[in-house]
């Protein structure tokens, strides 16, 4: 008797974990938390210029970007970090306007080594200024054609270990070394991400809560699958970016049986998009789940003052108080409003505070809940066809301007 089915089991969390170990045999982002920095350090050690330029886009600039973002306002860094990921020209000329080319360390990054984008800039920039070794660093994979054109032209380079994604490389050459340049701790960056890897793998607290979160979105995704980041500071704007890239390209998939899956996510900044997107989640359609993050010390004792304003009396009882304490009392109104309608799935991340390990970790912390989401939904977290399709139309069409 022969027997056929397209229909998949509820998988229990032991078969999903050791699915995920045996991943890290061939995924290379899982490994980046053990690896040595001394080269990168080494490296950004001996860079002279005062600004860096990164020349890239996608997952070449979306993580670094974040935690960029995230610390850059509370280290005493010693170069300024731009990032150029775009073609759109009006940005590309504003940028480039703004900067002393002559004093500029040039960072492209491709794992391809052919992205279109990045190519496209590289030579713009190249027009406008020699690129040669003494201001340019290249960082691809081993065997690109940008790897060939750097070798040739002597300028230094960094490898992108093949089994690792772009989306999943923030941790690899590709966020580390721009970030160790500009002068921030790359080793606290990845004890950060490496708590979270063996807290994971060692079935403790964050094995138990990412395997948790991952049953019930993918369980719900039919009904749920929107998933809302609502963050709670403005330096997490780069992080919530990051986040829709990695979750968008990696869980949007057609699954082994054929059918269309896919988490949606969004990602929006608070106390701004409570007057606009939280009426959308109050009130709207319940098809969409809740993350609040937090972060728990700003570093910052900025005070509203006791200046008395005409006519706005009844609004003094908030003088005195700290924007940091303000911003998390209006997070936490907000959490409470939603756990109040009892209908919208939400949870809370607190991170500790603007440091490199708070940003790590919560880095480190998607990556695996990403992975995770995509074993329980039986589709590959790792490729991104639906992507490559469009780049090889856009390459037709430019061989035949």
């Known amino acids: 008797m022969n027997y056929k089915h397209n229909f998949n089991p509820t998988l229990s969390d032991t078969h999903i974990f050791n699915e995920i170990k ?3 045999q061939h995924i290379g982002y899982y490994n980046l938390v053990h690896q040595d920095t001394t080269a990168f350090k080494e490296y950004a050690k001996n860079v002279k210029q005062k600004n860096i330029v990164v020349i890239g886009i996608g997952g070449s600039t ?7 973002k995230f610390l850059k306002h509370s280290k005493t860094l010693t170069k300024k970090l ?31 080594g052919t992205t279109i984008e990045t190519v496209s800039i590289f030579k713009y920039i190249h027009s406008l200024v020699a690129c040669d ?19 040739k032209n002597g300028m230094h380079t960094f490898e992108i270990p093949k089994n690792v994604g772009g989306r999943f490389s923030v941790f690899s050459a590709v966020g580390l070394v721009p970030l160790a340049i500009v002068g921030i701790d790359i080793d606290k960056l990845l004890i950060g991400a490496k708590e979270m ?50 979750w968008g390209e990696s869980l949007g998939k057609v699954d082994i049986n054929g059918t269309r899956v896919g ?15 939280l009426q959308l989640i109050v009130e709207g ?16 004792t900025l005070t509203i003052p006791h200046t008395k304003l005409e006519g706005l009396e009844e609004l003094d009882y908030i003088d005195g108080l700290e924007f940091s304490k303000l911003i998390n009392m209006q997070a936490d109104a907000t959490i409470e409003s939603l756990n109040n309608l009892r209908d919208i799935p939400c949870d809370v991340i607190v991170m500790d505070g603007v440091r490199e390990s708070s940003i790590s970790s919560l880095m480190y912390e998607y990556e695996l809940l990403t992975s995770v989401c995509a074993k329980f939904m039986y589709i590959n977290a790792y490729d991104q066809p639906g992507v490559e399709s469009g780049k090889i139309i856009l390459k037709n069409k430019l061989k035949k301007k």
């Not at 359609?285 to 910052?300: A, E, G, S």
């Open 22 to 24: 045996k991943e890290t």
């Open 62 to 68: 979306l993580g670094t970007y974040a935690i960029y």
């Open 82 to 112: 731009y990032f150029l990921e775009t073609t759109d020209p009006i940005d590309i000329k504003a940028k480039v306007n703004s900067i002393d080319l002559k004093d500029t360390l040039f960072v492209i990054i491709s794992k391809s």
């Open 133 to 151: 070794k003494n201001n340019t660093l290249v960082i691809t994979e081993n065997d690109s054609k940008l790897n060939t054109y750097a070798q």
């Open 197 to 246: 890897h063996d807290s994971f793998f060692n079935k403790e607290e964050q094995y138990k809560r990412i395997l948790k979160k991952a049953r019930f979105f993918v369980e719900n995704k039919n009904n749920t699958n929107m998933n809302v980041v609502f963050s709670y500071s403005s330096r997490l704007e780069g992080f919530n970016k990051w986040y829709i890239q990695l």
């Open 263 to 277: 988490l949606t996510p969004m990602g929006i900044i608070g106390p701004i998009d409570q007057h606009s997107f």
């Open 285 to 300: 359609r319940r098809d969409k789940t809740v993350t609040v993050v937090k972060v728990d010390d700003f570093d910052n």
